[in-house]
């Protein structure tokens, strides 16, 4: 909130073995990262100078390039301790700290993955909201898009990926039909997820959102925990398009803004059209606890 331009281009990225201004950061051209989307990354908040659920994002980054027969040439402790020098050198109060994993640049002539050597990227920006205040508030303008999200039979979302031309589109399409943001379907019709982030839905005070199909997104896992703490029903379940529009409440999980209210599916408003009672609980709730310092990793001087 309050960002300036200047501070929007700041920060530090963290590339081939050394740390550099962000707007100095530059990536070869050949890495299929770039040219084949051949990549996954992992994206941590830090709000008041602490990382959020550190090591649940390090076990995600670490079980994705798993996934992806890809080598990470730093060792888990060294991206500990790069992503705390990232966010120190940068010095912002509230951060992203984005670290990814590419293909790398294939041996010259070949076409064959296993010839790349893989390589890791890191940097540290300001923290970026999903949302503008004013539209946390009073929560956003959903639009279900007509475009299927990839089916996860071709590309598994629980890697977190860069595959996101569907979402662009959808994004575009939601802007041009007066929405805010999107969700995209599957080719059944049931809900999945939206451009960063995952989506919930309330009815008759049970909380549910989609059970598969998605990105296990760190901010859905902490809204189970926070349901489960204050003894909401909540759970996996597969939503229609119609449902979500029927609910009592809707609202979305990210990083990139915690719990935040949708009001309108599909130009239909939905329950009071302001957000739900669950919605400000969890939200107030997340928020709450996140200043109190719960799953929090203080960033450090690197010689600390
Ligand atoms: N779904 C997708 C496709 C995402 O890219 C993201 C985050 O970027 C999310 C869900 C939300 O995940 P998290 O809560 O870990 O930010």
């Known amino acids: 909130m309050g960002i300036t331009l200047e501070q929007h281009t700041a920060g530090v990225a963290f590339i081939d073995g050394d740390y550099h ?11 299929w990262g770039f040219l084949r989307s051949d990549a996954n990354q992992d994206t941590v908040s830090v709000w008041q100078r602490l990382f959020f659920r550190l090591e649940d994002h390090l ?13 990470c040439p730093y060792t888990r402790d060294e991206i500990r301790a790069i992503a705390n020098e990232c966010v120190w050198r940068a ?4 951060a992203y700290f984005q670290m990814i994993m590419t293909r790398g640049v294939p041996a010259p002539g070949t076409r064959d993955p296993r010839s790349c050597d893989n390589r890791f990227y890191a940097f540290c920006i300001p923290y970026v909201w999903i949302a503008t205040p004013e539209q946390q508030d009073k929560g956003l303008h959903l639009i279900v898009s007509s475009i299927c999200r990839i089916p996860p039979e071709s590309v598994d979302p629980t890697l977190k990926h860069y595959h996101w031309l569907d979402f662009e589109m959808g994004l575009l399409e939601a802007f041009d039909r007066g929405g805010d943001t999107v969700v995209l379907v599957d080719r059944n019709g049931h809900i999945t997820e939206g451009p960063g982030f995952n989506l919930f839905f309330v009815k008759d005070g049970k909380v549910s959102t989609p059970g598969s199909g998605v990105l296990n997104g760190m901010t859905r896992r902490t809204v189970l925990e926070l349901c489960e703490e204050v003894g909401v029903r909540c759970g996996p379940d597969s939503i229609s398009a119609t449902q979500l529009a029927n609910g009592d409440e809707v609202f979305l999980s990210s990083t990139a803004g915690g719990v935040i209210p949708i009001t309108t599916v599909d130009n239909k408003v939905v329950g009071d059209g302001i957000p739900g009672p669950v919605t400000r609980q ?23």
């Open 21 to 31: 201004p962000i707007g100095e950061a530059r990536i070869p051209l050949l890495d």
């Open 59 to 71: 076990n995600r980054f670490e079980n994705n390039i798993a996934k992806l027969k890809m080598n």
């Open 91 to 94: 010095g912002f109060e509230n």
């Open 282 to 304: 969890i939200r107030t709730l997340y928020w709450q606890k996140r200043e109190s310092g719960w799953h929090g990793t203080p960033v450090r001087a690197p010689s600390e």
